[in-house]
């Protein structure tokens, strides 16, 4: 079973607005960690924002959050006012296991692809 | 400056031909990683390694090796490349610990076996 779900293949947004990305993740450990990971077309993958299955807040960066529903297993990321650099594949990333003492491998979605319009 | 770097940055080769991946971090991080990337399948756990001469299989080993015998160097093995290994690779890196201990990435290695 997919344990990291990206339902939109593709997405567009006008510049200024803002953006939701659904990522939706499967898991039955009770510790994890849920990444948003940036790539754009230059190819490195740079890391946006992370959320503890036991933070009380959802995580915010600048302009991104993350909107954490845990009943519904959901993380979506939230991109304030677009801007045109936003253009890119996202990824959601889950860890779990955290502070099991062994390593914890970053499991991905399949990725949004984002284009922001002038 | 932290980093992963990963050498060659892009490699066209022939099936059978043997090559290797380099990666190095500068970060004195204990965890390392190998991915592929492939298109709608996300990033995929090749290998990994806790620390020196650790290391285990992810979810996708098949025709790839590791090692790990110092603790920055993490390199990827092809012993004999096939078409279905062409793919973008990535080496990452972290420190053991909890919580957003964020795995860092090398730019990523295009590769295409013809």
């Known amino acids: 079973a997919q344990k990291i779900t990206q339902t939109q293949p593709g997405m567009f947004v006008q510049e200024k607005e803002a953006v939701t990305l659904d990522c939706t993740y499967d898991?039955?450990?009770?510790?994890?960690?849920l990444f948003w990971y940036k790539q754009p077309s230059s190819g490195e993958m740079i890391f946006l924002i992370y959320?503890?299955?036991?933070?009380?807040q959802n995580a915010t960066e600048g302009r991104y959050s993350l909107n954490f529903q845990k009943a519904r297993k959901s993380a979506n990321l939230v991109i304030s006012a677009s801007q045109l650099g936003d253009s890119a594949m996202y990824f959601c990333?889950?860890?779990?296991?955290?502070?099991?003492?062994?390593?914890?491998?970053?499991?991905f979605g399949a990725g949004t692809r984002l284009a922001v319009h002038p | 400056e932290a980093q992963v770097t990963q050498n060659p940055r892009y490699l066209i080769t022939v099936t059978g031909k043997k090559l290797t991946v380099t990666c190095s971090q500068n970060m004195n991080h204990e965890y390392m990683s190998w991915y592929r990337q492939d298109p709608g399948l996300g990033l995929r756990q090749i290998y990994y390694s806790m620390n020196v001469e650790v290391t285990d299989k992810g979810d996708v080993p098949e025709g790839y090796k590791v090692s790990r015998k110092e603790k920055r160097n993490f390199p990827l093995i092809l012993e004999s490349p096939s078409p279905n290994q062409t793919s973008l690779y990535f080496c990452a890196s972290s420190s053991p610990g909890q919580g957003a201990s964020e795995q860092y990435f090398g730019p990523g290695t295009r590769l295409t076996v013809t």
């Open positions: 959320q503890g299955s036991y933070d009380q």
């Open positions: 898991t039955s450990d009770p510790s994890y960690g």
């Open positions: 990333a889950m860890r779990e296991g955290l502070g099991s003492g062994g390593y914890n491998k970053l499991i």
